[in-house]
């Protein structure tokens, strides 16, 4: 089955403890990408990815790091969290960039204490 | 800068009816894609819709169209036929042609009523 994954689904952590969020697509896309959705702000684009070792800053980078050694993989790391960052994440993957559909991961909701 | 306005944050119709979702945006560019994701509880983000602002013609996939107006920036969707399963978040997106960035609207949350 074509699909994004992600974990952990769930996280609960305290400010300063780093931590990373994994990503996986097995569709062999090119582009990978980071949203966090936040109430009323709909969802922005923290960081992305447009193949191996290629990634840029999405909108919203500050305080995030990203690494893309595997087409399929693209981890988001959160070195030094704090509460701000609480929010719901979504990983999304499409074959040739924005303008096409892109297949979004079931989320990671994190809690950041 | 705001790229992607929706003007709705909550919208209820009952079942059986038709609603109208607004979204409007902002670009100087004459060739970008247009999108409309829905976001059930669940959380998963489904594609609904993709306009290509080059084809004039509105895109529909069965019970959702698009009402694209490039001159005003409007890119509204239409649900007919409203069902029980449409209700969702509804966000809007925007992605410019040659550019590696998308931006989404802040959603429009859709209640069908039995």
């Known amino acids: 089955e074509a699909q994004v994954t992600q974990n952990p689904r769930y996280l609960i952590t305290v400010t300063g403890k780093k931590l990373t969020v994994t990503c996986s697509q097995n569709?062999?896309?090119?582009?990978m990408s980071w949203y966090r959705q936040d109430p009323g702000l709909g969802l922005r684009q923290i960081y992305y990815?447009?193949?191996?070792?290629?990634?840029d800053k999405g909108d919203v980078p500050e305080g995030y790091k990203v690494s893309r050694k595997e087409k399929r993989n693209f981890p988001l790391i959160l070195e030094s969290p704090s509460p701000n960052q609480t929010s719901l994440y979504f990983c999304?993957?499409?074959?040739?960039?924005?303008?096409?559909?892109?297949?979004f991961g079931p989320g990671t909701r994190l809690l950041v204490l | 800068a705001q790229t992607v306005t929706q003007s709705q944050p909550e919208m209820s119709v009952q079942e059986a009816e038709t609603v109208t979702l607004s979204c409007t945006y902002d670009?100087?560019?004459?060739?970008?894609?247009l999108f409309w994701y829905k976001q059930p509880p669940s959380r998963q983000m489904i594609l609904v819709i993709r306009?290509?602002?080059?084809?004039?013609q509105n895109a529909t996939e069965n019970r959702f169209s698009v009402n694209f107006q490039k001159a005003a920036k409007s890119f509204s969707l239409k649900i007919s036929d409203s069902q029980l399963g449409d209700t969702a978040m509804y966000f809007c997106?925007?992605?410019?042609?040659?550019?590696?960035?998308?931006?989404f609207g802040a959603g429009t949350r859709l209640t069908v009523k039995p």
């Open positions: 306009q290509e602002a080059y084809k004039q």
């Open positions: 997106a925007f992605s410019w042609y040659n550019n590696n960035d998308m931006r």
């Open positions: 999304a993957s499409s074959t040739q960039g924005f303008g096409e559909t892109q297949y």
């Open positions: 569709m062999n896309h090119e582009y």
């Open positions: 990815s447009m193949n191996v070792e290629v990634t």
């Open positions: 670009t100087s560019e004459s060739n970008y894609y």
